[in-house]
């Protein structure tokens, strides 16, 4: 062999080995250096509280009384070093995919017929939300109950895979990023669910790999009237109440999706610098009756990653998007949908979802809270067992 040959040998061995390099799936601890803590804890307990208004019931947005006392929580009574525990408890990787670090919990169960199902969250949720459902799902009481090997990403931008690098990390990429990362385990048959953000990745991953995808599990299908008055005609009582439910979050609470979708580098200033202020902005989507340690515990993610700005860069892409989705999702649908979350539409669910089997609404009897509490939006945590058995049953009927 010539000494070009050999050259050109050892150049194809070097550009496999940086291939296998980057798409190596790598063993994972959430380890945060003590020195980010202890940043941490002064911050808080240096901060600079608002003025406010006497007696405006929240109207104005989120009060000094209610971040106040999460702020307390978080500065006096919430363990980190315990809430780390608890996730290094879960087996946990990275992998290079399109230049993102994407960063997962992969817990297999011991059934050997177990399926495949990957589960994602959104904003300003994270894999937190879905902690309380990896036994249950993974290693059911009863034979009968399907298992799973549950596959749990943080989007890219989120957590622990670190802030995106480049811009166009939209839900089409992501979709496209979750069905290389099930493919690259080995799961050529999978399925997917998901909440919030995640509830509009899956059904999209359905449209990417819908020969592999056997089912689709979400807490809501975001369809919306298109602007065609015949939408209207057969609309019953309860879907008009849905519909004025809906325009009163946007005339009251839809701010944030707002500067997320337009000027998130402006907003990231200040939810970098100030870990109360990341705990306002993103406390105001996670209902009053969550417990402090899950509000805490989600942002605390947020502000030890350094990804407060790179996740609200994800309604930014998505608004600027120029790719859009083809049609109506085909694979089997399954809707449960909790009382006090986004309440879902069903004859505007049905225009862009063709296979809707399964659809149930519940009432976990949660409190009620104030007129802008949003309880069951994170329903993995506040209702595990109703949205357990509802995937239970969805999905069985699949296997």
Not at 91 to 114: K, M
Request: charge should be negative; charged fraction near 20%; avoid cysteine.
């Amino acid at each position: 062999m010539s000494n070009l040959s050999n050259a050109h040998a050892s150049a194809g061995r070097a550009a496999n080995t940086t291939d296998e390099a980057a798409t190596a799936i790598r063993p994972y601890r959430v380890e945060i250096p003590q020195s980010d803590l202890d940043d941490l804890q002064a911050r808080l307990d240096r901060t600079l509280w608002p003025d406010e208004l006497p007696v405006t019931g929240g109207s104005y947005g989120m009060t000094n009384a209610r971040v106040r006392k999460l702020a307390d929580y978080w500065r006096t009574e919430f363990d980190w070093r315990a809430f780390e525990a608890r996730l290094n408890a879960y087996p946990q990787f990275l992998t290079e995919i399109d230049g993102q670090d994407i960063h997962f919990l992969h817990v297999r169960s011991s059934r050997p017929d177990a399926t495949p199902l990957i589960v994602m969250h959104g904003w300003p949720g994270s894999v937190v939300e879905f902690l309380d459902v990896v036994a249950p799902l993974t290693e059911p009481a009863s034979v009968d109950d399907p298992a799973f090997h549950l596959v749990i990403p943080s989007l890219p931008g989120f957590g622990f895979g670190g802030p995106t690098r480049e811009a166009g990390w939209d839900h089409h990429r992501t979709a496209r990023t979750f069905v290389e990362l099930m493919h690259r385990l080995g799961y050529d048959r999978y399925a997917a669910a998901g909440n919030d953000g995640g509830s509009i990745i899956a059904p999209e991953i359905s449209r990417i790999d819908g020969e592999h995808v056997i089912g689709v599990h979400v807490t809501q299908l975001f369809s919306f009237p298109s602007g065609d008055p015949a939408e209207f005609a057969s609309f019953t009582p309860a879907d008009y109440a849905a519909l004025q439910k809906l325009q009163w979050f946007y005339e009251n609470m839809f701010s944030f999706n707002t500067l997320h979708s337009q000027q998130p580098q402006t907003l990231a200033f200040a939810i970098s610098d100030s870990p109360v202020g990341l705990l306002a902005w993103n406390a105001q989507l996670m209902g009053e009756s969550l417990d402090a340690e899950f509000v805490v515990a989600n942002v605390a993610i947020y502000w030890l990653t350094r990804t407060a700005a790179s996740a609200i860069r994800f309604y930014y892409e998505d608004a600027h998007a120029t790719e859009k989705s083809g049609k109506p999702t085909t694979a089997p649908i399954g809707l449960a949908m909790f009382a006090g979350d986004f309440e879902s539409i069903r004859r505007l669910a049905e225009r862009d979802h063709t296979n809707i089997v399964s659809w149930h609404a519940y009432d976990a009897n949660l409190p009620a809270g104030g007129p802008r509490n949003a309880a069951g939006h994170y329903a993995a945590h506040e209702a595990t067992d109703l949205l357990v058995g509802d995937m239970r049953g969805f999905f069985a009927t699949l296997i």
